[in-house]
């Protein structure tokens, strides 16, 4: 059974970083390409970020391009989203997911495990 557990959230002034985690229990964390999606009040949860298998690849929402940055260690089973410039429209909960395939997708029914979410506020 595979467990995402995300953590790092909090309340934080527009301009400021967070760094989210999302830690994943099993063997098969470097096989799988992991995503971060998010979702805010009476939203649609919304595509963040995407890494390959293997750390060498990554896309980005083009609402975050350039402020956020998905890095994975593959030798600690560990996910992370460094959160840079926020704004409050990035106020959301955040989701860690994990893949079914290798290579990375926008779509939220290539992810096959969720984690509970951790959430995110920004003022302004």
């Known amino acids: 059974q595979v467990q995402l557990v995300e953590s790092g959230g909090g309340l934080v002034q527009a301009g400021g970083s967070l760094r989210l985690s999302c830690a994943a229990s099993?063997?098969?964390?470097?096989?799988?390409?992991m995503g971060w999606f998010r979702q805010a009040p009476k939203k649609e949860r919304e595509f963040v970020a995407a890494?390959?298998?293997?750390?060498?690849?990554?896309i980005y929402a083009d609402s975050v391009k350039g402020r956020f940055t998905l890095t994975r260690d593959n030798a600690k089973n560990t996910l992370y989203l460094q959160m840079n410039s926020l704004k409050p429209e990035d106020t959301a909960v955040y989701y860690c997911?994990?893949?079914?395939?290798?290579?990375?997708?926008?779509?939220?029914?290539?992810?096959?495990?969720w984690g509970q979410g951790t959430q995110v506020t920004v003022s302004s």
């Open positions: 890494i390959n298998w293997s750390g060498g690849s990554t």
């Open positions: 099993g063997r098969t964390f470097s096989s799988y390409a």
């Open positions: 997911a994990r893949s079914g395939v290798r290579y990375y997708s926008d779509a939220k029914e290539s992810y096959a495990y």
